[in-house]
């Protein structure tokens, strides 16, 4: 089940690491910021929805207990 719930968190991250990118508007960045930008998103975004995921999950699991 945990597995289940890591890799529904990536596919997320990866279908919304695109319209960040956009929002970021890397096309006016230099090419070190560019880098940066483009290897932080995804592990930050990864990061956030694993806890939003992890939190959804234990709200879930006390609901069913209760």
């Given at each position: 089940?945990?597995s289940?719930?890591r890799?529904?968190?990536?596919?997320?991250?990866?279908?919304?690491?695109?319209?960040?990118?956009?929002?970021?508007?890397?096309?006016?960045?230099?090419e070190?910021?560019?880098?940066?930008?483009?290897l932080?998103?995804?592990l930050?975004?990864?990061?956030l929805?694993?806890w939003?995921?992890?939190?959804?999950?234990?709200?879930?699991?006390?609901r069913?207990q209760?």
């Open positions: 089940m945990e289940k719930w890799l529904g968190v990536i596919l997320l991250a990866a279908l919304l690491t695109p319209l960040l990118y956009q929002s970021v508007g890397l096309t006016q960045l230099h070190p910021q560019r880098w940066l930008v483009l932080t998103i995804p930050g975004l990864v990061q929805l694993g939003l995921a992890e939190g959804v999950h234990r709200l879930v699991q006390s069913r209760n």
